[in-house]
């Protein structure tokens, strides 16, 4: 089990950071949330449409689709960009050495992988070789993050990465611009900070990540 001071450590956060947190004010969204499917209203029939789905090409060269994992019922919902290969052979989201940052970050939170957060990815199969997502591969991929998004019905989502944020907030400005803010995703308010891949290799920018941490906290104590 992670102490606080196993995350400061794994974060490589000193006491000085502790005291910085942004202050920001969720911004509204006019935006209505769009009908879900049918076939996606419930968990079963999500889970059964990611596994059968063929809508773009990476369906032939994926083990599996992975949905996503956790409670669903969480108040937290973290968005990454795409399974790996350790995800696509394991079914679950962040398995591998980025998931290991990943849970240090939610520990951060007095958060625990299952209790009251929900992982999910913009993307439910693995681009082959870890390659970029593609705009087709995002749009086919939509509709099951928003029904996710309907189903858990999250008070706050945190986006991991570039590609996450980029994607759900049809945004192309650069993560050093969309992190320190509050932003929202079908009305819910969206925080954005680095990929625990990214900061695996860029430690002083982890410092940035807890600033955003802090930021995503104290939004969700302010709901
Ligand atoms: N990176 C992601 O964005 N998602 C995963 O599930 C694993 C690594």
């Avoid at 196993?6 to 202050?23: K, N, Q, S, T, Y």
């Avoid at 991929?141 to 945190?158: E, G, N, S, T, W």
Wanted: net charge neutral.
């Amino acid at each position: 089990m992670l102490t606080r001071d196993d995350v400061f450590d794994e974060l490589g956060i000193g006491p000085v950071w502790r005291l910085r947190e942004a202050v920001s004010t969720p911004s509204p969204d006019t935006t209505t949330p769009p009908a879900v499917h049918q076939s996606l209203a419930d968990w079963d029939q999500l889970s059964d449409a990611v596994n059968q789905c063929t809508a773009c090409k990476l369906h032939r060269t994926r083990t599996q689709g992975v949905l996503g994992v956790g409670d669903r019922n969480a108040d937290w919902l973290i968005v990454g960009e795409a399974p790996g290969a350790d995800e696509d052979a394991q079914g679950e989201p962040f398995v591998g050495q980025a998931g290991k940052l990943l849970d240090a970050m939610l520990a951060a939170l007095d958060l625990r992988r299952g209790h009251n957060v929900y992982i999910a990815n913009v993307l439910k199969s693995r681009p082959p070789g870890n390659r970029n997502p593609e705009p087709d591969e995002v749009a086919a991929c939509r509709p099951y993050l928003l029904a996710q998004v309907q189903l858990i019905q999250p008070k706050l989502i945190l986006a991991l990465g570039r590609f996450a944020a980029q994607s759900l907030l049809a945004s192309d400005e650069a993560i050093a611009r969309l992190r320190g803010r509050v932003h929202t995703f079908q009305n819910v308010p969206l925080i954005v900070t680095y990929h625990p891949a990214y900061l695996l290799r860029n430690l002083p920018d982890k410092a940035r990540a807890w600033e955003d941490l802090c930021l995503a906290r104290r939004t969700m104590m302010n709901l």
